[in-house]
């Protein structure tokens, strides 16, 4: 679909610069029978070409920017947990309690999975607008909150949130893509542990109404500027004060989340009353029963 999609691009480009040069060819005949004076085709002609150069100067500044700040997330991503493999290995070295060395290989293990987590959401980018790598079947929303939150329980107690988890009454079964669905719930939990301060507050509840679900994560944390509202679901996009409390983030999860409820036929979208006053995300599906 994507080579067929630029050999239309291009065969529509040739037959724009083959329209061009007919019309500067033919500029006095056609000057003559529409009586227009001799200096208007090529006028015009000039600023569609100009305009169109334009266009693709910019196009390619932008592509290149893209592919900088890309390299500079993943090389600096990529880094921190394979410097952090690197240490823990020499200590492994030393003579240490058999406790201690299972410790150790925990945290190998812990940063080996944030890796494998880096790689897996640098290829959904490809793959995610692909219909074959859509798996569906029957899923309980509550659960994957529930495993979603053992994942982060560390953070969690760290930073002392309180967290409120609805009971999820009457919810039923869905038919959506689990893994797809875990990746989104998950980033939208860790977003909200990773951007609440201290002794903060997460909740996550759902509501069924008009034949859709609506699942919510609300915060008590940064919140967002009008301009982040506008944003926040862009590619690499991620504010002064996020890129502070988590300057490991790659500001593509939420990109991604969001294309994934896309593809389920829902919708995603986020409210805050402003700056340190929290933000709720919201996703909407529809509802399929199992």
Known sequence: MNKMWQLS????????????????????????????????????????????????????????????????????????????IMWLLKELERDMPQSEKMLYLQNITNASNKILDIVDLVAGIKNLNNTSSYFFEAMSIRDVVEKSIVKYREEINKKNLKFQVSTFKDIPLLTLDIKKITFVIDALIENAIFYTPKNGEVGVDSIMRDNK?????????????????????????????????????????????????????????????GIDKGTTFFVELPLKKA
Do not use: W
């Not at 100009?50 to 196009?59: C, D, E, M």
């Open 213 to 273: 679900i609506t699942l919510f994560v609300g915060d008590t944390g940064v919140g967002l500027t009008m301009v982040d509202k506008m944003r926040i679901f862009s590619r690499f996009y991620r504010n002064k004060k996020a890129v502070l409390m988590n300057p490991d983030g790659m500001g593509i999860k939420l990109y991604l989340s969001r294309q994934i409820i896309r593809r389920h036929d829902g919708r995603m979208y986020a409210k805050s009353k």
């Open 9 to 84: 691009k291009g065969l529509f480009f040739f037959i724009y610069l083959l329209g061009i040069f007919y019309l500067i060819y033919n500029n006095d005949s056609l000057s003559l029978i529409y009586g227009l004076p001799l200096s208007v085709i090529p006028i015009i002609c000039f600023t569609s070409i100009s305009y169109i150069g334009i266009k693709f100067i910019f196009l390619n500044l932008k592509v290149k920017n893209l592919e900088y700040e890309f390299t500079s997330i993943v090389n600096h991503t990529f880094r921190t947990p394979l410097t952090r």
